[in-house]
């Protein structure tokens, strides 16, 4: 049964992080702080999305 509590609790951490960065990114991108014709920023918001 902890097992599956800490397999939850992982899941649901990446899930945040994800989330987090998610966000962030979409705020650097609307203040045009990212530039989505950089290469590794379009794949990385590429991969978020």
């Known amino acids: 049964m902890i097992t ?3 397999i939850l609790t ?3 951490d990446v ?3 994800i989330m ?3 966000i962030i990114m ?3 991108i609307n203040f045009n702080v990212l ?3 950089q290469p590794i920023v379009a794949q990385i ?3 978020l999305n």
Do not use: C, E, T
């Open 10 to 12: 992982l899941l649901l």
């Open 45 to 47: 918001w590429d991969g």
């Open 4 to 6: 599956i509590l800490n």
């Open 26 to 28: 979409s705020w650097l």
């Open 35 to 37: 530039n989505l014709r």
């Open 20 to 22: 987090l960065v998610h």
């Open 15 to 17: 899930a945040f992080f």
